[in-house]
């Protein structure tokens, strides 16, 4: 049944061999990062105000969004010597059980202050499953890996003001 | 659907119109032989495409009964569906083939816009259009790799995957995620296109057909590549109809059938394309069928980028306030639109009372949805006519006669994907 002759199978490596003169697309990651698209969505944020205090407000839209029920939002009133958003209330406990999102960015899209944002870290992962619930001080918190992103004016027009602190 | 008359006769004894079994039964004369070896291949043999398991009878080295047991991925994505808005269920049609995303989430996307009567933005069509081909090509690309790999041809795996990467870097600034993107909404575009899309598609479509050359150079005339995939998994016209195949399994096997031409979706009837098809209905036809669709599929991208290119400035979803969420900015400024978006984000819109089928051609062939809506926020039964599926039940019938190596090739040319099989 032999229908191909072995001197033309020996043709196809004239494809492999034009390789050697082509630079290599490979990317020696993890020493190398890529930039990510402003789009990327990756890991949570929480924003807080100029003047320190919490974006949120704990109204819980953002649970209501979530595909995969992962955010969990328990809130508590402000009151005169204990004021922690610029509402009426605040979120007490805010996590996102990070091993069930599914990087949507509905909770970007609901939320209505433009408090959670999906930034663009990607390196999350952990040991642990319980290490991935993030809790609210680590939301807050800057991100420790650092991620570089390509240029917003090309590539994420026009610039959606919840990404601009992302 | 046109079955062309100069198609040579596969083989004889075509079991139309009796029904096709889906499983290969050990002929009555083997039965109780001692020759009889039966081997579990999968559920997670590297080379079934996902965690399927097929059960083989061998004799020798001859395939004489086969059985697929199937479910091992069953996730109930249809149900979970039933428990979630409209507009959140719209996450999970495109992890049902997860290779073939974009074109699942279409198909639920317009099985809503249907039953709500949305009118979609010219640019939307137009992006969705050039987004689907993108995702065909994708698709077709992984099969290629994968396909080429169960068969040792190792390097046209990191030639395909090359290629496939650089979809995903377009998925990934277009719609923010490399696969499961949620990026088609009812009524449109969840974001506009970035300008930086055009330049980098252009360079993608210009380098593709380049790429496909090289991959047919590479093994088109590889003596082991022809013998292992020209004349095996025979699979007849008829047989391929009567089963219910449909995209490059039913185009390999003769039948000129393609949804995209014999039903138009978003903007095909404006596109210049050809559907290929090739008769022999064996491996190396839907090999074929496969490449020429990366280059159809190619020069369709090329058409979408011309027409999106002076589309910048409109609309990308559609002005329904009673469906889309309002632009962010209104949020601070108007009352309605915030209340517009708390009634959406948390109780969805509501979808009149109705059920409708869409289909449209996936990468793997006919995708359907079948929505069910009682007019509530959520959809009441939603259901998918997996291509997958359909030609996974294709197998008994194409491995007749058929050697336990080339069961590899058979089963990966039917490309499956297990995730859509099981749901």
Redesign the interface.
């Known amino acids: 049944m032999a229908r191909g002759n072995p001197i033309d199978s020996v043709k196809g490596f004239g494809v492999t061999f034009k390789q050697i003169f082509k630079k290599p697309i490979t990317q020696q990651y993890p020493e190398y990062k890529r930039p990510v698209y402003p789009r990327f969505r990756g890991r949570h944020r929480l924003h807080v105000h100029e003047n320190g205090l919490e974006k949120c407000v704990g109204c819980s839209l953002c649970a209501a969004a979530c595909p995969a029920d992962c955010i969990r939002v328990v809130a508590a009133e402000n009151t005169a010597d204990n004021r922690v958003s610029a509402g009426e209330r605040y979120a007490r406990i805010y996590e996102i059980n990070m091993s069930r999102c599914i990087f949507c960015g509905y909770c970007e899209l609901a939320c209505p202050f433009d408090a959670i944002t999906l930034g663009n870290e990607y390196e999350i992962s952990e040991y642990s499953r319980d290490d991935l619930i993030y809790t609210k001080d680590m939301l807050l918190a800057e991100p420790i890996k650092k991620v570089p992103v390509a240029d917003r004016d090309l590539y994420d027009t026009p610039i959606p003001y919840y990404q601009e602190h992302s | 659907m046109a079955i062309a008359s100069d198609r040579p006769r596969i083989y004889e004894s075509s079991r139309v119109p009796s029904p096709i079994p889906t499983v290969l039964q050990v002929p009555e004369e083997l039965r109780g032989s001692e020759d009889l070896l039966q081997v579990n291949f999968g559920p997670n043999h590297p080379s079934t495409h996902g965690v399927l398991r097929l059960i083989v009878d061998l004799h020798g080295e001859n395939v004489v009964g086969l059985e697929a047991v199937i479910g091992y991925l069953h996730t109930g994505f249809e149900k979970n569906m039933e428990q979630?808005t409209w507009?959140?269920?719209i996450?999970?049609p495109e992890r049902i083939d997860y290779l073939s995303f974009q074109n699942n989430e279409l198909v639920f996307v317009l099985a809503i816009e249907k039953l709500l009567g949305l009118e979609v933005p010219e640019k939307a069509t137009w992006m969705r259009t050039c987004l689907c081909e993108l995702n065909r090509i994708h698709s077709h690309l992984v099969w290629l790799g994968t396909a080429a790999l169960e068969l040792g041809a190792i390097?046209m795996f990191w030639?395909c995957f090359?290629e496939r990467d650089s979809v995903l870097?377009l998925y990934?600034?277009?719609?923010?995620?490399r696969m499961?993107t949620?990026y088609f909404q009812a009524g449109g575009l969840?974001?506009?296109i970035?300008?930086?899309?055009f330049p980098e598609a252009r360079k993608f479509v210009d380098w593709m057909p380049k790429a496909v050359d090289?991959y047919e150079?590479?093994?088109?005339?590889?003596?082991?590549?022809?013998?292992r995939t020209?004349?095996l998994g025979l699979l007849s016209a008829e047989d391929a109809i009567a089963l219910g195949q449909s995209g490059p399994v039913l185009r390999g096997s003769g039948v000129d059938w393609d949804l995209r031409r014999a039903q138009p979706y978003l903007a095909y009837e404006q596109l210049d394309f050809r559907v290929p098809t090739y008769p022999n209905g064996d491996v190396w036809d839907r090999y074929k069928v496969h490449m020429d669709e990366m280059r159809e599929s190619t020069r369709i991208v090329a058409q979408c980028l011309d027409r999106l290119e002076g589309m910048e400035g409109q609309p990308w979803i559609a002005d329904d306030r009673k469906v889309v969420?309002p632009p962010?900015?209104e949020?601070h400024t108007s009352m309605e639109s915030?209340i517009h978006?708390?009634k959406i984000?948390?109780e969805g819109y509501r979808v009149p009372e109705g059920e409708v089928y869409v289909a449209l051609e996936s990468a793997r062939g006919e995708l359907g949805c079948y929505v069910v809506s009682d007019g509530g926020p959520k959809p009441w039964r939603v259901k998918f006519r997996a291509p997958s599926f359909v030609a996974l039940e294709a197998t008994a019938t194409c491995m007749t006669d058929a050697l336990v190596a080339d069961l590899i090739a058979i089963v990966g040319s039917l490309d499956t994907v297990m995730g859509e099989v099981d749901r």
């Not at chain 2, 093994?219 to 082991?224: A, F």
Request: with cysteine; glycine share 6%.
């Open positions: 979630k507009w959140k269920a996450t999970y390097s030639y090359r870097d990934e600034m277009v719609c923010g995620a499961h949620r969840a974001e506009d970035p300008r930086g899309f090289d150079r590479l093994v088109d005339q590889n003596e082991i590549w022809l013998e020209k004349g969420l962010r900015e949020l915030l978006h708390f984000v948390t």
